[in-house]
């Protein structure tokens, strides 16, 4: 499948099974993965229609689906290993789509031998797509997409234990939009000055991760360190250059 077609993939799942969702679940279509972690109606068939289509292009490839990972944990070792993969986040921010906020998105990122080579951000109710070809560059709704200039944004982290941390010698740290598919492109608009995350999942991250970089951020680890396409699972710093990366990886060493 060409780039343009997995958005059109994309944009189809959302128009069929998640927008007629939208400020319209009935409590029968909410559950609870963990406590806290909410799952829905929406998120399971968006899953399993983009990894059906995915496999049917790709039948070699290992999709790793956040949903199929909760039943399927060992889906994490699979993906690390294989040569060809694909993430996909079916409703990235459940939580703001339960609680009817337009700030959620549908995600998808593909993996060849461990890097991360396309991605993919649809936000259905802000109308918006966001895609990345390694070495080409990032695209929002078709338009070359590069990181703002200097920002007086705070520093913003997804962690509501660390809401109000000071960062030595920069700031405070304020909320994320809670939704990694709505962060990335907020951080690359200037609406945040860097993003700090203390966990890391492969479909909450890879996708946003190239858009960033190809559009001429910085990600990476809390040590300074560049992030793999793998299990992650540890903190993560983005940023809008090299500069500002290093700054918070310091004022996180310091505090």
């Given at each position: 499948?060409?780039?343009?077609?997995v958005?059109?993939?994309?944009?189809?799942?959302?128009?069929?099974?998640?927008?007629?969702?939208?400020?319209?679940?009935?409590?029968?279509e909410?559950?609870?993965?963990?406590?806290?972690d909410?799952?829905?109606?929406?998120?399971?068939?968006?899953?399993?229609?983009?990894?059906?289509?995915?496999?049917?292009?790709?039948?070699?490839?290992?999709?790793?689906?956040?949903?199929?990972?909760?039943?399927?944990?060992?889906?994490?070792?699979?993906?690390?290993?294989?040569?060809?993969g694909?993430?996909?986040?079916?409703?990235d921010?459940?939580?703001?789509?339960?609680?009817?906020?337009?700030?959620?998105?549908?995600?998808?990122?593909?993996?060849?031998?461990?890097e991360?080579?396309?991605?993919?951000?649809?936000?259905?109710?802000h109308?918006?797509?966001?895609?990345?070809?390694?070495?080409?560059?990032?695209?929002?709704?078709?338009?070359p997409?590069?990181?703002?200039?200097?920002?007086?944004?705070?520093?913003?982290?997804?962690?509501r234990?660390?809401?109000g941390?000071e960062?030595?010698?920069?700031?405070?740290?304020?909320?994320?939009?809670?939704?990694?598919?709505?962060?990335?492109?907020?951080?690359?608009?200037?609406?945040?000055?860097?993003?700090?995350?203390?966990?890391?999942?492969?479909w909450?991250?890879?996708?946003?991760?190239?858009?960033?970089?190809?559009?001429?951020?910085?990600?990476?680890?809390?040590?300074?360190?560049?992030?793999?396409?793998?299990?992650?699972?540890?903190?993560?710093?983005?940023?809008?250059?090299?500069?500002?990366?290093?700054?918070?990886?310091?004022?996180?060493?310091?505090?």
């Amino acid at each position: 499948m060409d780039t343009d077609a997995v958005l059109a993939l994309l944009r189809d799942v959302a128009a069929e099974v998640i927008t007629p969702r939208f400020r319209a679940l009935a409590a029968s279509e909410i559950a609870e993965k963990n406590p806290g972690d909410l799952v829905t109606v929406a998120d399971r068939e968006s899953e399993e229609l983009i990894t059906a289509a995915l496999l049917a292009a790709y039948p070699d490839a290992v999709v790793l689906g956040e949903e199929a990972v909760a039943t399927n944990p060992s889906l994490l070792d699979r993906f690390e290993d294989a040569e060809h993969g694909f993430t996909v986040d079916p409703v990235d921010g459940t939580k703001n789509f339960v609680h009817g906020s337009p700030d959620h998105a549908v995600m998808v990122a593909e993996v060849r031998r461990g890097e991360v080579v396309r991605a993919w951000i649809h936000q259905p109710q802000h109308e918006v797509s966001y895609v990345a070809e390694r070495g080409a560059g990032a695209w929002r709704n078709g338009e070359p997409l590069r990181v703002a200039g200097g920002t007086d944004a705070p520093y913003r982290t997804a962690r509501r234990q660390w809401v109000g941390r000071e960062l030595p010698g920069l700031g405070t740290l304020e909320l994320t939009w809670a939704c990694c598919g709505v962060d990335y492109p907020q951080l690359i608009a200037g609406a945040a000055r860097a993003l700090v995350y203390n966990r890391s999942m492969p479909w909450d991250h890879l996708p946003g991760g190239l858009i960033l970089t190809e559009a001429g951020g910085v990600l990476g680890d809390h040590d300074g360190q560049p992030l793999g396409a793998g299990k992650l699972g540890g903190g993560i710093v983005a940023a809008p250059d090299r500069a500002t990366y290093d700054a918070v990886v310091a004022a996180l060493a310091a505090d």
